[in-house]
């Protein structure tokens, strides 16, 4: 366990670094959020019929949104990427530890320290200016934070799952930017999950997509109550196993046929 | 001029045939391309049909907006990546090169690279602006689609102004600066859904600073022969789209003036 903490809290550190990066996601993030809002109110405001949830929870979700953002497994690791195309890799492989777990660590790293950094500016903003809720119960709160802790760990292994898959498609890139609109779309990044049309709910709710977004969002708002936690942190954490044995044994596959070229 | 549009086209030829060598690899990010693309459209009919309309807007008139907003994009994007992917030539002080060529930098940046996976996103956005087109009843007269095709190329010239700038920019800071996403991804979003829902400070931005509305709402309000809350007249709206072309001339002089202030740095 030892060198995974060190390698996800060297890799935290690094990635922390970047905050003139992270400043100017958060202007752009803040305009995409403001337009978002302006256009769903419009909506709320055109139908006479009852939505599934509020307009004021909806907001606080969007805002949600764009605060969490980084947390989607958006893109592969840059630095494995070019690892995979120069050959370096094969430094990985000589490593004396276990490639997934290493791999899932630098995942979590990835994910983390980002969304953190642009998190927290986003969130203070649009509470103080833009409409975003304080969470429903101090229980809310705790469900929510709780479940995000299951959202990072069900992120990372689709995005482990994604790094390997390039052990197959070097020039993958169209693949991965495919899965991950996917994901973004199944998640409720681009309409909040309740306003799906409700023949969808069922297939929505078994998928494991709504576990990086739309669960602990729902928590927050007080959409679900905070007992509900416990059910939305077995289903991220069932498809999070299931990944991460999927990945570990197409890691397994890949290895054996790895051919590092160059020297 | 007719020789500069010649160069031009030689530079479009010689970078799609670059390209075509990874024949596989351009297949699939174009696949991708118009499969994200259309997941985003999906996402606009999830809406429709949770509150079924938006402002007396129906998904087929909302559906113009997208396809106007998002084929103009997606040609300007594939003619003037250059300017998108500029920071790198003044960091590395490549652009000197380009200044030593007897053609102006302006073409030669704009034909450096013509990205043919656009054509992705540019098949969705013709494929949503066609079903558009036959869902709407509109009688399609010459003068309409002539303005239809008008109205694109406005949005194109825009967007294409927009590109040049943010290179502009990159003579001063070196860097291209990320703020312009918000004006050029965020406009294509934000030009997605009638303008009239937007708050009037936000409006106005995009009406007088960066004449985006000018493209896609009002020109769009006229093809469909429909009333403008914010009041503009039928003859305004036909001749919005000339400011997406004024638009880009001025930002070529701004390019030109920027030019004669950039200082290589020396590397």
């Known amino acids: 366990m030892r060198p995974y903490a060190a390698i996800l809290s060297a890799r935290i550190r690094t990635l922390l670094q970047y905050r003139a990066a992270a400043l100017a996601g958060l202007v752009t993030q803040l305009f995409w959020g403001a337009v978002r809002v302006m256009v769903f109110t419009a909506f709320y405001r055109s139908s006479t019929a009852t939505p599934p949830m509020s307009l004021p929870d909806t907001i606080s979700y969007l805002w949600l949104i764009q605060a969490l953002l980084l947390l989607l497994p958006f893109r592969v690791d840059p630095e494995l990427q070019a690892m995979m195309r120069d050959g370096s890799i094969a430094y990985e492989l000589a490593r004396p530890t276990d490639l997934y777990w290493l791999w899932y660590a630098r995942a979590i790293a990835q994910r983390f320290a980002p969304a953190l950094l642009r998190a927290v500016p986003l969130l203070l903003i649009a509470w103080a200016f833009l409409g975003l809720q304080l969470p429903a119960s101090p229980g809310a709160a705790l469900a929510f934070a709780i479940s995000l802790g299951g959202a990072l760990l069900l992120s990372s292994a689709l995005s482990t799952l994604m790094v390997i898959s390039m052990l197959w498609t070097i020039s993958g890139d169209g693949f991965s930017r495919a899965f991950s609109i996917v994901i973004m779309f199944l998640s409720g990044s681009f309409v909040p999950l309740p306003l799906f049309p409700e023949w969808s709910q069922p297939l929505l709710q078994a998928l494991p997509f709504r576990g990086v977004m739309d669960t602990p969002f729902r928590l927050y708002v007080g959409h679900l109550p905070p007992e509900e936690v416990l059910l939305g942190l077995a289903h991220q954490l069932l498809w999070t196993g299931l990944f991460v044995l999927v990945g570990r044994a197409l890691l397994a596959r890949g290895v054996t046929r790895l051919v590092v070229q160059g020297g | ?267």
């Open chain 2, 1 to 267: 001029m007719g020789d500069s549009l010649r160069l031009y086209w030689r530079y479009v030829l010689v970078s799609i045939r670059g390209q075509m060598q990874y024949r596989a690899s351009f297949l699939m990010l174009s696949a991708a391309m118009f499969f994200g693309s259309s997941l985003e459209f999906l996402a606009i009919w999830v809406m429709f049909d949770r509150f079924g309309a938006l402002q007396g807007w129906s998904l087929a008139e909302a559906a113009l907006l997208y396809g106007l907003v998002n084929v103009a994009f997606a040609l300007a994007e594939g003619a003037a990546r250059g300017f998108d992917e500029f920071s790198p030539l003044v960091r590395t002080g490549q652009f000197d090169r380009l200044l030593l060529r007897p053609r102006s930098t302006a073409l030669q940046v704009a034909g450096r690279e013509v990205q043919m996976v656009r054509i992705g996103r540019l098949l969705q956005g013709l494929v949503i602006l066609v079903w558009a087109a036959t869902a709407l009843g509109v009688a399609w007269t010459p003068g309409r689609i002539l303005f239809c095709l008008a109205t694109v190329a406005g949005g194109a010239c825009l967007f294409a102004g927009l590109f040049v700038l943010q290179a502009t920019f990159c003579f001063w800071s070196t860097e291209s600066l990320e703020v312009f996403n918000t004006v050029t991804y965020g406009g294509v979003e934000t030009a997605q859904y009638p303008f009239s829902l937007y708050r009037a400070e936000f409006r106005r931005f995009f009406t007088y600073v960066i004449p985006l509305a000018t493209v896609t709402y009002y020109p769009a309000l006229a093809i469909l022969d429909k009333p403008d809350p914010l009041g503009s007249s039928r003859l305004l709206q036909h001749l919005a789209p000339l400011l997406g072309v004024a638009f880009l001339l001025v930002a070529l002089q701004v390019w030109r003036f920027g030019e004669r202030r950039y200082r290589s740095t020396g590397s």
